[in-house]
């Protein structure tokens, strides 16, 4: 069976990244509706949970392939398998933290990755004093093994959660030993070489974003 992905592979055009940042809402609101026992959904039901228009739900898909059937909605557990696989949500992702502060070790205690195909498998720091201690089941190792700690877990994506002026240099390592997805959390936006992604999270400017929309008397589309 060729699934939407491969057919993407194939001639499609390149998928906007708006687009695969909401394909995780997506996963999220089928698996909702899954396990409230809804089988078949359409674009204005998923909208209205989704708060997006039919016609953008519509326009996301079809980068990927045809899932519905126009008038009969589309299969909910179909579509989730589908975009699943889109995701690489199929298999499990190691993941790595570097940082074990109070945000770091708020991560490592997070029960939710699992579930969702993540694993977190190592945890590092350069604190002396946190070293060899245990956080969220994991044995916190020395940054100085980063390398090695990399190689024996086979991290795929790391998490970073140190202080602003060692951030760079941490990614830069993390990218010399391999690792080409980073999820950081420090509010600065370290440089990466072509091929490796990394994704900022910094409630600060969601909170200055959504402050345009109080001073301005609207509402968040």
């Known amino acids: 069976m060729v699934t939407g992905f491969e057919q993407n592979n194939y001639g499609r055009p390149?998928?906007?990244?708006v687009v695969v940042s909401r394909l995780p809402q997506y996963v999220r609101t089928l698996t909702q509706l899954l396990a409230e026992g809804v089988q078949i959904a359409n674009s204005q039901q998923l909208g209205e949970k989704l708060q997006i228009t039919p016609a953008q739900i519509r326009k996301d898909l079809s980068?990927?392939?045809?899932?519905?059937?126009?008038?009969?909605?589309?299969?909910?557990?179909?579509?989730?398998?589908e975009l699943k696989q889109i995701l690489g949500l199929t298999v499990t992702w190691n993941v790595a933290v570097v940082g074990v502060g109070r945000l770091g070790r708020?991560?490592?205690?997070?029960?939710?990755f699992t579930p969702d195909g993540f694993q977190l498998v190592a945890a590092l720091d350069d604190n002396p004093e946190l070293v060899g201690h245990d956080v969220g089941g994991l044995t916190v190792q020395p940054v100085a093994q980063l390398g090695d700690v990399i190689q024996r877990h086979q991290v795929s994506i790391a998490i970073v959660a140190v202080p602003i002026a060692y951030t760079?240099?941490?990614?830069?390592?993390?990218?010399?030993c391999g690792v080409k997805a980073i999820l950081n959390y420090a509010p600065i936006m370290p440089q990466v070489?072509?091929?490796v992604s990394v994704r900022n999270i910094d409630p600060l400017l969601s909170l200055q974003s959504m402050t345009y929309y109080l001073a301005n008397g609207s509402t968040l589309e």
């Open 14 to 17: 390149e998928v906007p990244d």
């Open 63 to 81: 980068y990927f392939g045809r899932f519905g059937k126009q008038g009969r909605g589309y299969n909910v557990d179909h579509l989730l398998e």
């Open 106 to 112: 708020a991560i490592l205690n997070y029960p939710g």
């Open 168 to 176: 760079q240099e941490v990614v830069d390592r993390l990218v010399e």
């Open 193 to 195: 070489p072509d091929g």
